[in-house]
Nanobody, 120 residues
């Protein structure tokens, strides 16, 4: 079994910054990818930042230039640095990890979600 635990959310004023982190633990053979989605009230879950197979990062248009995805492979941890936050960034943020649990077996796991609220 694999667990993802996210942290770093909270209440921040418009224009502020937050850094989310998410750590994977458990029966991990290797981690192929880690990224973030979010879901605002009444809306569908949407991609925020995800690595591509070419080694780049795919960002939602609404966060380009403001959010940065990074990863610490040694710690099985992914980060989302969020700057210049706007009220429309308010959502529950979910990390995910594409994990090889054994040779040839890959599964996607999700974190529990962390609330980010941008408000004055």
């Amino acid at each position: 079994q694999v667990q993802l635990v996210g942290s770093g959310g909270g209440l921040v004023q418009p224009g502020g910054s937050l850094r989310l982190s998410c750590t994977a633990s458990g029966s991990i053979y290797s981690i192929d990818a880690m990224g973030w989605y979010r879901q605002a009230p009444g809306k569908q879950r949407e991609l925020v930042a995800a690595p591509t197979s070419g080694g780049r990062t795919n960002y939602a248009d609404s966060v380009k230039g403001r959010f940065t995805l990074s990863r610490d492979n040694a710690k099985n941890t992914v980060y989302l640095q969020m700057d210049s936050l706007k009220p429309e960034d308010t959502a529950v943020y979910y990390c995910y990890a594409v994990v090889s649990v054994s040779s040839g077996t890959t599964r996607t796991y999700w974190g529990q979600g962390t609330q980010v609220t941008v408000s004055s």
